[in-house]
């Protein structure tokens, strides 16, 4: 039972309640008002002040109690709501007796709290809500955690403090209530999406939905998460990327197209990565990879204006400028320049895998041409893009649903965008040609060994929506919670998702 796990300051709370309700009153109304916030209520008194006019601002507030003074027969308090912090100014002989009792014996920091009565200034000439009236909303049972000191208007005020990180994801309900920044960060990630729909939208995409549970995953390269739905005797998979659906789309004619949703991937967890994430995907028919470059660099840099007012942002102590143009590394010159291989000049795994050794690269024995080259990129090239960087022309074998450079088939038009040492996002001209992609399928299924996450399952109603005819399209992928670290300034992942996903308490123990 919960209250088993009370404290004995929590069973002191519960004893409040009960002695509430004893008393007739309510510590959980079913109804509240608010007929102004804290930021509204101040603003609307500061507006009648500067015009000098006396009429009472009449008020009801409602919020959680941060700060509770009794002082004899006068009491302030400081109340929060979603735009910011306000004082409560009780005294005695507008309130009576009894009433004053009632908020010093049942009311406690973290409360909620609804307060009527209208705005005046205090001799200390702070703007404040002369409580008429007031009731309790919600009582809380636990306090909130560990008190700092603040210094408000000469007084010591006591606000609660959570900096343990294991703690702060586990209940982001407390992390969010005692940290302001943490809610600050939600708040630009929700600017963020709408800036992304916004540039959307305004090229003329529409936004579509595409399965969650799908009978073959695909688009991308990771391990699913498998489900098995019971009256259909069907094993099926979250997925892992919207691309193979949204390009049927194309088929169907809608050229211009995204989605921004959640991918699954049963991988590793680290500082960029989460087996739960928000993704944005778009296609965009008649273009390609040059296109959807400049297109990118774009977006972003009106993401930041809109969500921050500038295109420079500071990550990891370092200011980056994500204006465009963005800089552009052709793959093979960024290999040559990090390492001094030239993969032209290796063009199998074996050769390539002699050469790393050469240079003490400590390549993963037995992988791939393209794994060997992607693991260059990761070790030498993606942590030292710290302003914008573009790196393009990619191996085939690790891009199977990009479409090959003219003349050159063992590469493919495909780009990935690095920002702040990290990769943002991933690109192709895409492949429309279903014999093709078949060739790539059935490649891919014997090149890599049935657990490798690289290996790319058949699709055959993917190639059968490919053979009514795809146009050439533009495709692209962003990782939404790294454009949000970059746009906060926050290096872990999880700092940006509400509730990251956590080993399980009882395997920590």
């Given at each position: 039972m919960?209250?088993?796990?009370?404290?004995e300051?929590?069973?002191t709370?519960?004893?409040?309640?009960?002695?509430m309700?004893e008393?007739?009153?309510?510590p959980?109304?079913?109804?509240?008002?608010?007929?102004?916030?804290?930021?509204?209520?101040?603003?609307?008194?500061?507006?009648?002040?500067?015009?000098?006019?006396d009429?009472?601002?009449?008020?009801?507030?409602a919020?959680?109690i941060?700060?509770?003074?009794?002082?004899?027969?006068?009491?302030?308090?400081?109340?929060?709501?979603?735009?910011?912090?306000?004082?409560?100014?009780?005294?005695?002989?507008?309130?009576?007796?009894?009433?004053?009792?009632?908020?010093?014996d049942?009311?406690?920091?973290?409360?909620?709290?609804?307060a009527?009565?209208?705005?005046?200034?205090?001799?200390?000439?702070e703007v404040?809500l002369?409580?008429?009236d007031?009731?309790?909303?919600?009582?809380?049972?636990?306090p909130?955690?560990?008190?700092?000191?603040e210094?408000?208007?000469?007084?010591?005020?006591?606000h609660?403090?959570?900096?343990?990180?294991?703690?702060?994801?586990?209940?982001?309900y407390?992390?969010l209530?005692?940290?302001p920044?943490?809610?600050?960060?939600?708040?630009?990630?929700?600017a963020?999406?709408r800036?992304?729909r916004d540039?959307l939208?305004?090229h003329?995409?529409?936004?579509?939905e595409?399965?969650?549970l799908?009978?073959?995953?695909g688009?991308?390269?990771?391990?699913p998460?498998?489900?098995?739905h019971?009256?259909?005797?069907q094993?099926?998979?979250?997925?892992?990327?919207?691309?193979l659906?949204?390009?049927?789309?194309?088929?169907?004619?809608?050229?211009?197209?995204?989605?921004?949703?959640?991918?699954?991937?049963?991988?590793?967890?680290?500082?960029?990565?989460?087996?739960?994430?928000?993704q944005l995907?778009?296609?965009?028919a008649?273009?390609d990879?040059?296109?959807?470059?400049?297109?990118?660099?774009?977006?972003?840099?009106?993401?930041?204006?809109?969500?921050l007012?500038?295109?420079?942002?500071t990550?990891?102590?370092?200011?980056?400028?994500?204006s465009p143009?963005?800089?552009?590394?052709?793959?093979?010159?960024?290999?040559?320049?990090?390492?001094?291989?030239?993969?032209?000049?290796?063009?199998?795994?074996?050769?390539?895998?002699?050469?790393?050794?050469?240079?003490?690269?400590n390549p993963?024995?037995?992988s791939?041409?393209?794994k060997?080259?992607?693991s260059?990129?990761?070790?030498?090239?993606?942590p030292?893009?710290?302003?914008?960087?573009?790196?393009?022309?990619?191996?085939?074998?690790?891009?199977?649903?990009?479409?090959?450079?003219?003349?050159?088939?063992?590469?493919?038009e495909?780009?990935?965008?690095?920002?702040?040492?990290m990769e943002l996002?991933n690109a192709?001209?895409?492949?429309?040609?279903?014999?093709?992609?078949?060739?790539?399928?059935?490649?891919?299924g014997?090149?890599?060994?049935?657990?490798?996450?690289?290996?790319?399952?058949?699709?055959?109603?993917?190639?059968n929506?490919?053979?009514?005819?795809?146009?050439?399209?533009?495709?692209f992928?962003i990782?939404v919670?790294?454009?949000v670290?970059?746009?906060?300034g926050?290096?872990?992942?999880?700092?940006?998702i509400?509730?990251?996903?956590?080993?399980?308490?009882?395997?920590?123990?």
């Amino acid at each position: 039972m919960l209250e088993e796990s009370f404290s004995e300051l929590e069973l002191t709370r519960l004893e409040k309640l009960r002695a509430m309700e004893e008393k007739g009153m309510d510590p959980f109304p079913t109804r509240a008002e608010q007929t102004h916030t804290s930021k509204e209520a101040i603003e609307a008194f500061s507006k009648a002040e500067a015009e000098g006019n006396d009429t009472p601002i009449q008020v009801t507030l409602a919020g959680r109690i941060r700060a509770l003074r009794p002082m004899g027969k006068i009491a302030f308090a400081h109340i929060d709501d979603r735009d910011g912090r306000v004082q409560l100014f009780f005294r005695i002989n507008d309130l009576g007796e009894e009433r004053m009792e009632m908020l010093s014996d049942y009311f406690d920091l973290g409360d909620f709290i609804q307060a009527s009565g209208y705005m005046f200034r205090t001799r200390r000439g702070e703007v404040s809500l002369y409580v008429e009236d007031f009731k309790m909303l919600a009582k809380a049972l636990r306090p909130l955690p560990a008190a700092k000191d603040e210094i408000v208007d000469g007084e010591v005020l006591r606000h609660a403090k959570l900096s343990d990180p294991e703690t702060r994801y586990r209940q982001r309900y407390v992390d969010l209530a005692v940290n302001p920044d943490v809610q600050e960060i939600f708040k630009i990630r929700a600017a963020t999406l709408r800036s992304l729909r916004d540039y959307l939208d305004s090229h003329d995409f529409i936004e579509v939905e595409t399965p969650i549970l799908q009978p073959i995953y695909g688009g991308a390269a990771a391990q699913p998460f498998t489900t098995h739905h019971n009256q259909l005797h069907q094993d099926l998979y979250l997925r892992i990327s919207f691309e193979l659906y949204l390009k049927r789309l194309l088929v169907g004619g809608l050229e211009r197209v995204y989605e921004i949703g959640r991918d699954f991937r049963n991988e590793g967890v680290s500082y960029k990565h989460n087996p739960e994430f928000t993704q944005l995907e778009f296609y965009w028919a008649y273009s390609d990879y040059q296109e959807v470059m400049q297109f990118t660099e774009e977006m972003i840099a009106f993401a930041a204006k809109q969500v921050l007012g500038s295109t420079k942002i500071t990550f990891d102590n370092q200011e980056i400028d994500l204006s465009p143009p963005w800089r552009r590394v052709e793959l093979r010159q960024g290999i040559l320049d990090a390492t001094g291989i030239d993969i032209d000049e290796h063009p199998d795994a074996q050769s390539l895998e002699a050469a790393m050794k050469a240079k003490n690269l400590n390549p993963n024995p037995g992988s791939t041409r393209g794994k060997l080259i992607d693991s260059i990129i990761g070790d030498f090239l993606e942590p030292n893009a710290i302003q914008p960087t573009f790196i393009y022309n990619y191996p085939r074998d690790i891009s199977p649903l990009a479409k090959s450079k003219p003349g050159d088939p063992g590469t493919v038009e495909r780009f990935e965008g690095f920002v702040g040492g990290m990769e943002l996002c991933n690109a192709f001209s895409e492949l429309n040609d279903p014999l093709d992609q078949e060739q790539r399928f059935l490649e891919m299924g014997r090149a890599y060994a049935d657990d490798d996450e690289e290996q790319h399952p058949m699709d055959d109603d993917y190639l059968n929506a490919l053979s009514y005819g795809m146009p050439p399209a533009g495709g692209f992928g962003i990782g939404v919670d790294r454009l949000v670290m970059l746009f906060s300034g926050r290096r872990s992942i999880r700092e940006v998702i509400l509730f990251p996903h956590l080993r399980s308490q009882s395997q920590d123990e």
